[in-house]
């Protein structure tokens, strides 16, 4: 997918902006509070329904107005167009369009502009909680598959509904075991839908991850994406594991667990829990990477992303960084523009300083530079 | 808003408590009552007065009904040794609409939810029990697919299948007039996993 032209109107500071882009890479660059991120975030929420910042709509709204919107022109990869139209009008519900339909869900709208987002903020999937790598790794695979989507959204809500009808608060009757069983069942069938697909993505993934942390960085540190579900051991890892076997597992596990479950109140095993650790030299990159090893994982980890969406979705994903070159050195910097020049990826890559960048890298023709100033925009090439 | 009027502000009042009508519908709503004769007030208050002491719930299958049993209850032509479990009185009217289905009906009346506390005693499923017979051979389940449907269902298949009767769900897939290519996902691959054979 390449984006071709994006209008945005009344978003943070941008009052009507209307930029084309070129289809490889776009350097978006301007002071402080200029509004460059807000281009991001604008295709983001073309992508995704809403932004990767921890904003609500709300406060998305230009000030003084009642509405922001947004409209996206795109190119599939075989030729035709493909347009989104996001809308938000302060108490109401987005109203979102696209060449796929008229008042869609954000739901719809995942997987049909692939997107690969790095922020600085996103430090935390190498160095947080386990929450924000299966974030990460949701992420990826709801991109990749509407079914994975689907069967992760009935997942969440089955397993509030469980932990619900385990509360005593919420459920001061007679406990109902033909009902909690019958909520066991769909919980362990929706789950093992989900470790089966992560199991598959630890498979495939790590192969990319390490093949771009050697590209980018120059030491011969080994690297590694392990997953580690929760109630689901393979001792035979050679064995290929199916379907059946994560739910048999879960069966016996949901049975172990009952008592303990039903006292505490909680649901106590399944996906929610599950760990994919990043390693580094066989140690936990969480617990030993330096600083410098966090910022090269993490930009791997990213590039790996658009490779692994790249094969196994129809789409290409475009590629959207957001102030992380201040994060490397210039040796990284020239790597990182090196791959993305010789991938074809279409990147939109926010920074303060540009003449850092330029001076270190050899860019090619196709290559945009838009200055951004007070959510003005002025190509400069 | 303040109007002119006590009347017209009470008037408002309950239009706008309708669902999905604001505040100036329900004005616009007022005013088009204002402008008609006082026989037309008459008959739509004394239709309302009506709609609310004539309509009860059938005392076997829990649809809406001014008669008990209701009229599909007491039907001769209807086969009697199948019941039809739906949620809601409005699902019983779109598999009417059908002319497919000529067994009975059982509305639950809602699903399983426990976030909202609705459990299968708030539910009509011992009512569903009762009314199971020897001459009862098969219970269609006909709930939404939603999570808390899907439960709903295995809970029901769980407690209607040691009774001995055939239970059945209906299936899951494609809709009619529509071409495959604008389906789903999730619904082509649901389709997919409840294939028959032809």
Known sequence: ?381 | MIYTSESIERVVEYFSNLPSIGRKTAYRLTMFLLNQNSDFIEKFAQSLINLKQNIKYCSQCYNFTELDPCPICRSEKRNKSIICVVEEPADVNAIEKTNEYHGLYHVLQGVINPLENISPDDLKIRELLQRIKSDTEEVILALNPSTEGEVTTQYLTKILKPLGIKVTRIARGVPMGLSLEFADEATLSRAIQGRVEV
């Not at chain 1, 790590?206 to 942390?213: A, D, G, K, N, V």
């Open chain 1, 1 to 381: 997918m390449i984006i071709k032209r994006l209008n945005i109107k009344k978003l943070r500071n941008h009052s009507n902006s209307e930029i084309t882009f070129s289809p490889l890479i776009n350097f978006i660059y301007g002071p402080n509070g200029a509004g460059k991120t807000t281009i991001l975030e604008a295709i983001h929420i073309c992508s995704f329904g809403k932004t990767f910042q921890p904003t609500q709509d709300n406060q998305l709204i230009m000030k003084g107005n009642e509405s922001y919107s947004i409209s996206c022109r795109c190119q599939t990869d075989l030729g035709t167009p493909y347009d989104v139209n996001v809308e938000f009008i302060h108490g109401k519900k987005k109203q979102i369009r696209s060449s796929l339909g008229e008042n869609l869900s954000s739901k719809n709208l995942i997987g049909e502009l692939p997107t690969v987002v790095l922020t600085p903020d996103y430090k935390i999937i190498t160095s947080g909680s386990p929450n924000e790598r299966r974030i990460f790794v949701d992420k990826i695979l709801s991109q990749c598959s509407k079914i994975y989507l689907d069967d992760l959204i009935k997942f969440k809500k089955t397993l509030k509904q469980r932990n619900a009808l385990l509360s005593k608060e919420n459920f001061p009757r007679k406990f109902d075991e033909n009902l909690f069983s019958s909520w066991t069942e769909q919980f362990i069938q929706l789950s093992s839908k989900i470790i089966y697909k992560r199991y598959t993505f630890a498979e495939e993934f790590p192969r990319y991850f390490q093949s771009m942390y050697s590209d980018i960085s120059s030491e011969k540190e080994k690297v590694n994406l392990r997953y580690l579900p929760d109630s689901v051991t393979a001792d035979k890892y050679e064995m290929k594991i199916s379907l059946d076997f994560i739910y048999d597992m879960l069966r016996q596990r949901a049975k172990e667990i009952e008592n303990v479950e039903k006292k505490r109140g909680l649901t106590l095993f399944g996906p929610q829990k599950d760990e994919f650790e990043i390693l580094i030299n066989d140690g936990l990159a969480r617990d030993i990477a330096s600083q410098g090893q966090h910022k090269t994982l993490l930009v791997s980890l990213k590039i790996a992303e658009y490779m692994y969406l790249k094969e196994l979705n129809n789409e290409t994903p475009v590629i959207l960084f957001d102030d992380i070159f201040s994060e490397l050195d210039d040796n990284r910097i020239a790597k990182v523009v090196k791959i993305l020049q010789n991938t074809d990826a279409q990147s939109f890559i926010t920074t303060v300083n540009i003449e850092k960048i330029l001076s270190k890298t050899e860019l090619n023709l196709n290559t945009k530079r838009l200055f951004i100033i007070n959510g003005e925009v002025n190509e400069t090439n």
